[in-house]
């Protein structure tokens, strides 16, 4: 478990258990974000709790997943990472979502850098996201940890909604102070 330099917030692997709590924050996550964002024919599908938790079941336990959670001093789970490893010959992070009122951007931070670290143990040096088109807060929580937008492309998860495109060229400056 990694706790440095945020105190309050420890990440670990995720288990089986896990995923109910990481599917609720998903979903609560999505409807709050993406609900002014994406047409609501389109969003419906993933606001299902259940159908998320399946989803994540299958995904999670295939070899090139890391889904990581962040959980608070009581353990409760608050936020989560979800990473996967055999996109292209970049690791794409398909979700970073935390619970707003237990730390916020802290939360999210450590989580970025914790998948950063993880993913450099396995051999990788670069990372890539999308960023739903008109998420401005999180598409400048990116740029404020050293993203950067290297463009546009078309939502695998669904037509006409796009991702802005952000890159991290060198895992390196993502992670964590050493000492």
Known sequence: MLTRPFSDFSVREATAADLPRVSEIKVRNWADTYGTLVDAA??????????????????????????????????????????????????????????????????????????????LERGYRTMRLGVVAGNVSAANFYERLGGVHVGREPAGWADG????????????TLTLPRG
């Open 42 to 119: 389109i969003l419906g599908p993933f606001l299902d709790v259940q159908a998320q938790e399946q989803t994540l079941a299958r995904k999670a336990n295939l070899p090139a997943t890391l889904l990581l959670v962040a959980q608070d001093r009581s353990s409760s789970v608050i936020g989560f990472s979800l990473t996967f490893l055999d996109e292209d010959l970049n690791p794409c992070s398909s979700h970073s979502m935390w619970s707003a009122s237990h730390g916020g951007t802290d939360v999210g931070s450590l989580l970025m850098r914790v998948t950063a670290e993880r993913i």
């Open 161 to 172: 909604v796009w991702h802005e495109i952000f890159r991290w060229p060198d895992l390196e």
